[in-house]
């Protein structure tokens, strides 16, 4: 029960809460040195004309940025930035690029890296003159609680809240199997195998939909249904070993012989699905965050507010998957019950 | 007889369901339509396929009750 109440609370919370303000878009891509520029930027959740106080940079480096000449706010998401790019520079490199900074009173400070694409003709003069002038300090910040606003994501960083979860509760679902899978194979007692078999099925429900809610989601982020990233066809291959149990469940009739198999396979399953979907992934290249390094579970991908519904939601879909374990067993035990009569 | 044929007609509803939804996704509107919105409609998928899941345990869970039931009543 405290589950489903959890549950709807994220539902509702991680729906309504807005993202940050963000830049979608910014056009030309491309500047050389002493041009003018009219940077066309299309944000996301932005305040471009009803902001009082619009300010804008392109930064070089850390000490390095030059202010915009003026700003133009089309509508709330759409902005005309001048920019008048001086000759002299810094860097002696060819090219270089420049990330956009934006700050108003009502959306706070946001960035949008590699906006622009500084290339250098002429041979300037390496001077600094022009670019250590602009004030980058008294940044606003923008007040209540928003979401992080990331590019190519955008809204489906909610997302987490529901497939990230439902793997961590399915891997709680399966370390309840285990334990009783052992709990069975040091006393024999069948209740435990029945509990074994119903955390089981609910955490094996639980991988099918997150397979298919991380497809649903590659397929608006990655634009694809299916990609050969390593999590992706290891944890295929995981589900794959755990739905064989399934099988090897329905294949023998032998009370007896079906438990203590089963208990022995799921301990062989749930050893498989540690390298399968904690190592392996982390040795390569994965479109996954916090993958081929260390886990995402920190900096901007997954900040204090997202983690405010991101826990809650894992306890929610833990205890939700606890109670239909629960159902399960209950039917398994009444079945047992009426069989041993008949 | 009666429960595979409840299975199948609920099997053929969740294809259909599915099948619309790819229709309303892909086909009848141009591919910004799915990005005008900051793409919230695979929230909305990632939720409904969610409670899809668990309104197929349910259903599984009440066929199996059903049988069981009937077991009762045959005893008896």
């Given amino acids: ?342 | 007889m009666n429960n595979l044929l409840k299975i199948k007609k609920f099997v053929a509803t969740i294809i259909i369901m599915m099948a619309n939804i790819d229709l309303v996704s892909g086909q009848n509107y141009p591919s910004d339509f799915l990005r005008s919105t900051g793409k919230i409609y695979s929230v909305a998928l990632v939720i409904a396929i969610i409670f899809i899941g668990i309104v197929f345990f349910l259903f599984r869970l009440d066929n199996k009750l059903t049988k069981l039931e009937n077991h009762i009543k045959n005893e008896q």
């Fill in chain 1, 1 to 342: 029960m405290a589950g489903v109440i959890i549950f709807i609370v994220v539902l509702i919370g991680g729906m309504c809460v807005p993202l940050r303000p963000g830049v979608t878009s910014s056009q030309p891509a491309n500047a050389k040195n002493g041009d003018t520029l009219f940077m066309n930027v299309i944000g996301y959740n932005t305040h471009f004309s009803t902001a009082k106080n619009q300010r804008a940079w392109l930064k070089l480096d850390s000490i390095h940025a030059i202010a915009a000449k003026d700003f133009f706010g089309k509508n709330e998401n759409e902005a005309v930035i001048t920019f008048y790019i001086p000759k002299d520079l810094p860097t002696s490199e060819k090219v270089k690029p420049l990330t956009l900074i934006i700050d108003n009173e009502i959306d706070g400070a946001f960035a949008q890296p590699n906006a622009l694409f500084l290339t250098i003709k002429d041979n300037p003069t390496l001077s600094s003159s022009f670019w250590a002038q602009a004030d980058l300090t008294n940044l606003s910040v923008a007040s209540g609680m928003k979401f992080p606003y990331r590019n190519i994501l955008n809204e489906t960083i909610r997302n987490t809240f529901f497939h990230v979860a439902l793997w961590f509760a399915m891997f709680i679902l399966l370390i309840a199997g285990l334990y009783h899978a052992i709990m069975y194979l040091r006393t024999g007692d069948y209740d435990h195998d029945i509990q074994s078999a119903s955390f089981n099925r609910i955490a094996i429900l639980y991988g099918v939909l997150g397979l298919l809610t991380g497809s649903v989601w590659a397929k608006f982020t990655w634009n694809t249904f299916w990609t050969t990233d390593v999590k992706l066809n290891m944890t295929a291959i995981a589900m794959l070993i755990y739905l064989a149990y399934l099988v090897l469940r329905g294949s023998s009739a032998d009370h007896d012989r079906r438990a203590k198999l089963a208990a022995s396979y799921t301990i062989f399953a749930f050893i498989a699905l540690i390298p399968l979907v904690f190592v392996i992934p982390r040795m390569t290249d994965s479109l996954h965050p916090g993958n081929g390094g260390n886990p995402a579970l920190g900096g901007e991908d997954l900040d204090h507010t997202l983690r405010l519904f991101f826990y809650p939601s894992i306890i929610a879909l833990s205890l939700l998957g606890t109670w239909m374990a629960s159902l399960l067993i209950r039917y398994e035990r009444l079945k047992e019950k009426i069989f041993l009569k008949s």
